[in-house]
């Protein structure tokens, strides 16, 4: 082990003195310790790219599977792990010769991958199944799974690499793993709230976590009411106490609003704190304040970046911060005085086509035009096309935020089916929520009350920002379920489960039917129904009737039905069915319930076709499906 940085620290202490080791919390990018090479992790194109930081250039790009979540370093490399969130792999490169050594099968939907100081150990968060595996790096295998929550992803390594801390995407829980058992020790609950944690960083010496979130106010709809970019920093100690605090950081910067905190690092001295705002393009630099109170305190106002930062990471020796600039395909280097930019290197050309992209960055900012107000993005609900576990009390009752996964094929849009473009979401952008200015030129039919004036109105080919935000937004692919047996195969209860969902005195298939499982149309008059769902909730002005939502992806998406009143599979087919109208289901054993749901839960168990007769034109169409290692 080389160049690792250690301090003195008073001898009563327990933790073993160390800097902030790059690896040992989650990024798409990690610094090498000796802090001559960068790797960071391209999600989009598939790849990984090799920085050589004292050459300030990009040395080559490894193809590494799709969509690589993480990235991190076995010591000073030339070897790194890399998460391949779709392939369901950990890839071991050599970045020294640009080969993959391994795809490492691994629990599905890898997320973050740390390694320890030593390069023996890694562990890797799996979203979906809520595990931790552990990794032995020699002999390439998954030596243990440890369960660590619900839909997790960041992830830190202990400065004494006794504990795993974990994070929960959809809650900001945080969980401590002790590492000798395997077993979840502690947890640290946050405010019913706090949503988005996908990032976890730990203080080098004192015992504290942080993490960068937002919180989704699902009683307000409103530009400045409904999203908030917040800083939770909990004390790792055991027992009682002032153990978890967040700083809210729109407030924390006087009249400046920044939004979709998304990350943060620390300085090896862990004297700053530096946290990266994905939506408004900016960085806050802080003092970190040992005073068991304050915590943070911003030096100056925040530090305008690149487009959609999503990581960022400090150098060992102290003198550079880098940010990864996700929309730029580009690392930003700055020195951490003054912030004075130093350089830009570039990872990779853009993915896709200019018109994706573009739709991308709108969808990803809550700057003009999409916002005037900076609190609110797309992506502040819908990250990166999944849905954000909320249901959100909108005018025209509760509704669930639905992930956008298959879209182009589904339309029309809405649990109502009140629009029937993507582009119709310009009466988003213009609304309450968010306040923007918009991207069409000239004025929308009005709303009355809530007649669908959105269907009467055509609003695609009228601007090229607001179809690029359709093409992205159309551009979502389904994963294959976690819960199948093997591609196209089911598992013996999920293949009972569809006898049963297709039989006629069940009727499932009557509405969800062909491949997407909806019969959603864009032939006209709309094919919506009452499933005696309508009167469930007071608020409701658009009932009783909704649009059949496609059961493809159903396993990830919980709670249910438009306005989010079945908390499981299960509820939507017995407590929130008990008319039978939604289907009829009264007369199905326990056991029949479990297989109907076992195979609910297995959609897609099959890649769904890529064009039906309802798929719409604007997205982005693959010419290839890209090739895994
Ligand atoms: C405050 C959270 C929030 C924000 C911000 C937000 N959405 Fe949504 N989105 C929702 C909810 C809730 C629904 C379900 C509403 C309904 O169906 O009536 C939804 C539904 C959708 C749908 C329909 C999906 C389907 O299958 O029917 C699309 C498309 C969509 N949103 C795109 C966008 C775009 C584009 C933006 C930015 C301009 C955006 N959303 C901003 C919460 C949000
Ligand atoms: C008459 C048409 C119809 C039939 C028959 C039907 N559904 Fe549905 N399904 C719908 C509609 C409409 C909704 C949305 C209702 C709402 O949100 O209130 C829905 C919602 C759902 C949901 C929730 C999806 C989500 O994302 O929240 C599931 C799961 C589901 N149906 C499964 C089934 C199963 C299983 C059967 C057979 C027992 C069935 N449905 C029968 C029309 C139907």
């Known amino acids: 082990m080389t160049a690792r940085f250690f301090y003195l620290v008073p001898a009563l202490c327990l933790l073993v003195p160390s800097a902030v080791h790059a690896g040992s919390n989650n990024s798409l990018m990690d610094v090498t310790p000796d802090g001559k090479l960068l790797l960071v992790a391209n999600t989009d194109n598939g790849t990984v790219t090799l920085i050589d930081i004292v050459g300030r250039k990009a040395i080559r790009e490894i193809k590494v599977g799709e969509k ?50 030593e390069g023996k150990r890694a562990w890797v968060t799996h ?15 998954v030596t243990r799974t440890i369960e660590a929550g619900a839909m997790v992803r960041g992830l830190a390594l202990s400065p004494d690499e006794k504990r795993m801390l974990v994070s929960e995407f959809y809650t900001g829980v945080l969980r401590a793993i002790d590492l ?26 004192r015992t504290k976590a942080y993490l960068a979130h937002i919180r989704s106010i699902v009683n307000v709809n409103h530009g400045a009411g409904s999203i908030f970019p917040q800083m939770s920093i909990c004390d790792l100690k055991p027992g009682e106490g002032r153990r978890r605090v967040s700083v809210a950081m729109d407030t924390f910067n006087g009249v400046y609003v920044v939004t979709n905190a998304w990350e943060s690092a620390m300085s090896p001295d862990a004297k700053r704190i530096y946290i990266i705002y994905a939506g408004t393009d900016d960085m806050n630099v802080c003092n970190v304040i040992d005073d068991d109170y304050h915590e943070i305190e911003r030096i100056n106002l925040p530090r305008q970046v690149g487009h959609n930062p999503r990581a960022v ?25 003054g912030m004075r930019s130093l350089a830009t290197i570039k990872t ?39 849905h954000d576990a909320r249901v959100w009390q909108n005018p025209e009752g509760l509704r669930k935020t639905t992930a956008l996964f298959g879209l182009a ?8 089916a009140d629009r029937d473009e993507v582009q119709d979401f310009e009466y988003t952008i213009r609304s309450q929520l968010m306040q923007g200015s918009g991207l069409m030129s000239g004025g929308l039919k009005p709303k009355r009350g809530f007649e669908k004036a959105e269907l009467e109105m055509v609003t695609s080919g009228k601007s090229k920002d607001l179809d690029a935000l359709a093409i992205y937004c159309n551009s979502f692919d389904f994963v294959l379920s976690p819960h199948i047996a093997a591609p196209g195969k089911l598992t013996q209860d999920a293949q009972r489960g569809k006898e049963i969902f297709f039989r006629k005195d069940v009727g499932c298939a009557r509405c969800h039917s062909g491949p997407y499982y909806t019969d959603s149309s ?59 109208k939604h289907g009829k289901t009264s007369h199905l054993a326990k056991n029949e319930l479990d297989d109907l749901v076992a195979f609910l839960r297995s959609l897609p168990y099959e890649p769904p076709p890529n064009v039906t007769p309802n798929t719409v034109p604007y997205r982005f169409f693959p010419a290839k499906k890209e090739t895994s290692p």
């Not at 391949?84 to 599905?108: H, R």
């Not at 990471?313 to 005085?337: G, H, L, T």
């Not at 573009?358 to 900076?374: D, E, I, Q």
């Not at 094929?409 to 109502?416: F, K, N, R, V």
């Open 68 to 117: 690589p979540e993480c990235v991190a370093w076995i010591g000073n490399g030339p070897n790194a792990l890399v998460t391949a969130y779709k392939d369901n792999l950990v890839v071991f490169v050599d970045t020294q010769t640009g080969k993959v050594l391994k795809g490492l099968p691994v629990a599905p939907e890898p997320y973050a991958v740390v390694t320890d100081k």
């Open 127 to 141: 979203e979906y199944p809520g595990l931790v595996s552990e990794i032995d790096i020699a002999s390439q295998k």
């Open 180 to 205: 000798d058992s395997g077993k979840v020790v502690d947890t640290w609950k946050g405010h019913s709230t706090d949503n988005l944690s996908r990032h976890l960083l730990l203080h080098p010496t």
């Open 313 to 337: 990471r400090v150098n060992p020796s102290n003198d550079e911060v880098y940010v990864y600039n996700a929309m730029d395909f580009a690392v930003a280097v700055y020195q951490p005085d």
């Open 348 to 386: 990779c050309e853009p993915p896709k086509s200019p018109e994706w992209v573009r739709g991308k960055v709108l969808f990803n900012t809550a700057k003009a035009p999409m916002s005037a107000r900076r609190w609110v993005a797309c992506s502040s609900c819908h990250p990166d096309g999944h």
């Open 409 to 416: 094929h589904t339309h029309p849009l809405h649990w109502s």
């Open 522 to 580: 864009l032939e006209k008059p709309f094919k919506l129904h009452d499933v005696g769902t309508g009167n469930d909730d007071p608020s409701e002005k658009m009932g009783p009737k909704y649009d059949t939502p496609t059961l493809l992806g159903v396993c990830r998406t919980a709670p249910y039905l438009h306005h989010g009143k079945a908390k499981s599979l299960h509820d939507v087919l017995t407590s929130c069915n008990k008319e039978d």
